[in-house]
């Protein structure tokens, strides 16, 4: 008979194998090419938001209840290490992806992206003005300290 944990997947894993797909789309040559970098981006968000919320979650289970047993079998201190590996394979993956398949497309249709060592004085001095200009009057320093830490979702 099958042990539960036999029967489900690591949930953090399953949400990386998901973003996996999502990749997956950005190298879809059938896709539109704009749409194809959205893909690309929405991996980026969930990898940020993944982080935040679900390996934050395994950082705190793994300190608060290190020898809790997760629905896959695992402790949060295996998961965070099989989580470790999976998403530094993912992000390697994504700026294949982004280097080699996204970059020369977007090139051959005259969308290039700089380095800002690549920049004319011009586009630096258009940059400055538009972060005084645009960026700065709206940004609002928030002070962080042990009983203001930063936000968690």
Known sequence: MSQPQDLLLN??????????RVLA??????????????????VSS???EFFEVRVAWLQDAAHATPDRILADGSTPEQA??????????????????MSEVLFPALREQ???????SEWTEQQQEWVKNYFFRELMPILTPIG????????RY
Do not use: M, T
């Not at 949930?11 to 996996?20: M, V």
């Not at 005259?110 to 800002?116: D, K, P």
């Open 11 to 20: 949930r953090e894993l399953g949400l990386i194998e998901f973003n996996r």
């Open 110 to 116: 005259g969308i290039v992206f700089l380095r800002r």
């Open 80 to 97: 965070l290490a099989k989580v470790s590996r999976a998403s530094h394979q993912l992000v390697r993956e994504q700026y294949a992806v």
């Open 144 to 151: 962080l300290d042990p009983s203001h830490p930063s936000p």
């Open 46 to 48: 969930n990898l940020d």
């Open 25 to 42: 789309q950005a190298e879809d040559p059938d896709l539109p090419l704009l749409e194809r970098l959205k893909f690309l981006c929405i």
